[in-house]
């Protein structure tokens, strides 16, 4: 193999598919990456079995041929290097030769029959997506995703398309994070179910650029792919039982509290730094026209603060995980936030003041 490739699309290329790779796997071959020479043009592509990335890119090719690299070391290599035309020489024994102005360096290369092959890409079912709403979609939901392995149907966001929308779902068992939007193909679009983990949804993220073209999703198998331009994510999916999601959100009630966003943001924020590391719950007492937030830490000392918001009923105390809530508030652009629950023993309802389209269902802490 013989490539010239520009510097600066190298490294844009690379950072994405080494995100991926597995630096302390057991099988050394799933710390490289693949690069692949061919008449078509040079690919990139770097795997850990669960999730893949594979990226084109323009270069100039000498000389055909692939060879595996450690993926870690050469985008450092190639990141340091100067805006200049890179050379990659591979030779018969897959020594590797860089070069770039007055910068030279080898490696050693592994052969391509040893590493992961990329799996079949063709499927049905395909949806289209604005980049920004799928974006948007994730924002709203990965906070939410499970971190505990044992509940592994959990750890994966779950997405849906139906006849007339699409959802992402996400939850950990204490609260659920739901977001829907009307199907970009109508009525009669194409539907699937996937659920996916979370790494390949954070790297979804990455890789669908902001001014690029709409993201496709389809379904291969038991993977999940996904394309955007020049950048393929395949993901394997999670062989699980999402919970029954629509038994959870509850029916909203009488007890609508409506509260400014930057205001309980701050007000949570206050509070919550007296309590540290720990995971106690933050007291929320409402009361017609307000709202007092208490914190306590039994070795430090204790936090209040009082803001308003618009609520008629009784008044109640109840207590919520305060992180929950502003990873939420951190999601939503809203300048109220409604809250609405039975009592204090149910789960609350969070949601932008005005939209039914997403919310965050989270459940009580005793106080």
Known sequence: MHIRVERNAFVDALAPVQGVVEAKKTLPILSHLLLEAS????????????????????????RPGAVALSAKKLYEIVRELPEASVEL??????????????????????????FPSLPNLKGDGEIK??????RDMLRKTLFAVSTDQTRYALTGVLLQVQAGEVRMVATDGHRLAMVRIPHPSGEHGSTLEALVPKKAMVEAAKITREDGTEVRMWLAQNQLILKQEASTLVA???????????????TPGPNKILIGRTALQGALRRTSAIIGERTTATEFEFRPGRVFVSCVNMDI?????????????????????????????????SAEVSVNMADPLSPALFRPAGDDTYGCVIMPMRI
């Open 39 to 62: 008449v078509n043009g040079l690919w990139l592509f770097g795997t850990d079995l669960d999730v893949g990335i594979r990226r084109e890119l323009e270069a100039e090719i000498l």
């Open 89 to 114: 020489q591979a030779d018969a024994d897959l020594q590797v030769a860089i070069h770039c102005e007055r910068a030279s360096f080898r490696m050693k290369g592994l052969p391509q029959e040893e």
């Open 129 to 134: 997506l604005e980049t920004q709403i799928f």
């Open 236 to 250: 394997r999916m999670i062989d699980g039982q999402f919970p029954n999601y629509d038994q959870v959100i509850p």
């Open 301 to 333: 000392g204790e936090a209040h603060e009082e803001i308003e918001a618009s609520y008629t009923g009784e008044g109640f105390k109840v207590g919520f995980n305060a992180r929950y809530i502003l990873e939420f508030l951190g999601a939503i652009d």
